[in-house]
Structures are given as C-alpha cells and as structure tokens.
C-alpha cells in the first residue's frame, strides 16, 4: 500500500509538471499513466476506461467490480464495498493470499482434473460455496432467484441469507435443490425459532448460525456512499429495525415488534445447544477464527464452521481469515469440516486456502458483482472463471484431485 501511494505521489509530480508537454519527455506509457493520474486527481470519471457489456468479455472476476459500480446507485454499491473504520481487516483478508506461494510440480501426470469435494452427506462439484448475502435485489431485480439459477447451472452449494429478498421456497425451486439456510438469531426466541422452522420446513438440510457480527459496526465506506445518493429511499427503508424486518420475506407472519437486535452480541454456547435442540437440520457456525472457539464447537457438538470475519465488515481486528484457517483446522481436529471466506478472487487463492485445510470456500462480493453487472449470466461467469482457474493451478501443481492439495502445496513468502 506505502508503494502504490508512492507511485501515485511520483505522478501526481509529472503530471502537474510542464515538462511534460515537452516533446519526447513523455512518450508511450509514461504519457499514458501521466494522463490517467491527471483525471484522477481531477474526480472527473474516466470515460475511456474499459468497463465490461457481457459477462463473457471478463478476463477475471475483478472486471465485474467496475461494471457493477456502473449499474448500482451509489448507496448500494457502497454497502457492497464497504469494511469498518479504514476498512483494514476487508484489505487484509486479500492480501493475505500474497504471503504463500505455490509450490508447482513437474512430470505429475495431472492431466484430468477432478475438482469434486464431500461435504457432509454429499458430493460436490466444485469446492466453491455462494456465500449469503442479504438484500440482493438491491443489486438485481431478480436478486437470489438469479443466483440460484446460476447456482443450478454450475452445480454450486448456495447458502441463503436471514435477509434475503426472495423467499427460501422460491429460492430453493429455482436452485431445483436444498440449499442452506444462513440464520442472524434475534433477541426474540419465537422470531428465531420461526425462522429456522420455516428453513427446515423448506427442505434446508444446514442451518448456519452467524457468530462473526457481534455489534454493530462502523462501516464509513457506505456511510460516505450515502451521502453522494441523492435518491428518495423512503419506499424502500422504513426507519428502524423492525421497518427494515417488514420488508423481508422470512420474517413473514411473524411478530417482530419486539426485536430490537439480529446481531450475535449476546448469543452464548448456551444459544448453540438450544439451537441443536430445537432443529434437525445440522447446524454450522459462522465466524470461528481461533483455535480455541473451534476446539469449543467440537466439544458441543457443531456439525461445521466457517471460518469468516463478515468479509472485513464487522470488526477493524485487521487479521484475515486466510491466517486464521490453520489454527481453526487445527482446533477442530479433522473431527468436522471447515469452510473459509474472505478475499478470494482467484482460483489461486482457492487452491491456497485448501492446501491450508479448508473443506470448502465461500465467495461473496464477486458473484454479487456479476448479479449487478448482468444478472444471472454474471454470477454464472464469475463461478466459472474462478472454477477454470482453479482447474488451472491444480494442473500446474501436480494435484489433479482436491484431497491432493495439502499444505506441502504452498510455502510462505520470505519476508
């Protein structure tokens, strides 16, 4: 980050001087890059800038991003894009993944590759998990109904927010399989309850109970994005908590007048029994990122944990999941499997986070990135991107089957 500030402090130097209007000063890139800096420093938008027409012109999934901030209404991507305070924990769950190398292998024989993983009582495809995310016909008008489509296409385990805009029986229709169902436990037992009952009713086989926002959190990204929305929201946001639960579908028929929280600040181990007790769907936790916390969910009986930090927007603890992940699988003992969010954007960092013991990984922004752009084409390219590229590194490892990434697979970074 102090090199990329450097190189912007050196351009924003020439481009201000009036050497460079001198002939042969600055020719080819430096021209180039000397210009672009000029725009930038002026806030004016870079019309030239390439920004993707269809899914199908993405080099990689980064691309979306562009393309979705095009489509969304400030506010909208703002929440998207947003951590806590200077957004250091977002950032440092990606930069994570520069620390490790891959430790490629030669005359291995990789030539068919199987990318297939057992998770739980089935057997996937693709290690690649569609993270929830709530809201999402902020992004789409189609919004989780486009995702499962493209989930059904690709053959990809979906997990469906609390607050999702479409409901978990439409969701599942159009997946035209279970998915699980992602849950923010309220302050009110009977809403709680209601809710992982109509999952289970739905057919969900995994609830997935969210430990890793346990306040509310400080997320000055979207609070300055709303400033520059001048929209009229009101149709859309009713004031308050219990406004924002009237327009989400699983709180349908249930009394939420009383809820004034949907956050894990007072959830307990007590909470996870009375939960286990209350379901037969296995139940997985969200959030675990230390070895402790994951020894803990063993010893009560948890059927899985993620290992997450809400995508860097519940706390500013500046610790990526990805360095998290060893000490997790270690805590959990190979007895239960371990899924890891945060930060992927690459098949590289999906072949570095199973070489480091997750089961599984979860994706969030890029696919909500190819919903915004263009629907449910995006999301279907940007899993496909990230599954051919996944493909890829596994061939030029020598692991053509997951079970033979391990953490021989990678080295750490000299310092």
Partial sequence: MRLSESRREFLRFLAGSPLVA????????????????????SGEPQEDAFVLKSADQALDVMEFETA??????????????TGVDDDGTLHANRAAYARYEIRTRRLAGAGKIDTSVH???TTWRTPIVICPVGSQRAFHPEGEIAVAKAARAK???????TVTTARVEDVIAARG????????ATDVWDVTQGLVKRAEAAGCPVVVLTVDLPSNSNRETLFRSRRVDTRQCSGCHEPGLVGQLHHAPMFDKLDVSKVTRIDAGELSWDFVKRLKDATKMKVFLKGIVTRED??????????GVIVSNHGGRAEESLRSTLESLPEVVAGCGGKIPVLVDGGIRRGTDIFKALALGATAVGIGRPYVWGLAAFGQPGVEAVLEILSRELATVM????????????RNSVALRPV
């Avoid at 399989?177 to 923010?184: G, H, T």
């Avoid at 994951?294 to 059927?303: C, K, Q, R, S, W």
């Avoid at 061939?395 to 391990?406: F, L, M």
Wanted: overall charge negative; glycine content about 6%.
């Fill in 177 to 184: 399989a279970p998915v699980w169902y992602q849950l923010y």
């Fill in 119 to 121: 998770l739980l009582d």
């Fill in 155 to 161: 053959e990809h385990l979906q997990i469906l927010s």
């Fill in 22 to 41: 001198l002939p042969g000063f600055a020719s080819g890139i430096l021209a180039e890059l000397c210009a672009a800096e000029r725009v930038r420093a």
């Fill in 68 to 81: 979705a901030k095009k489509a969304l209404p400030p506010a909208h991507f703002g929440y998207l894009a």
């Fill in 294 to 303: 994951a020894e803990v969910a063993v010893l009560n009986g948890v059927d």
């Fill in 395 to 406: 061939k030029q490892a020598g692991t053509p089957s997951i079970p033979q990434i391990t």
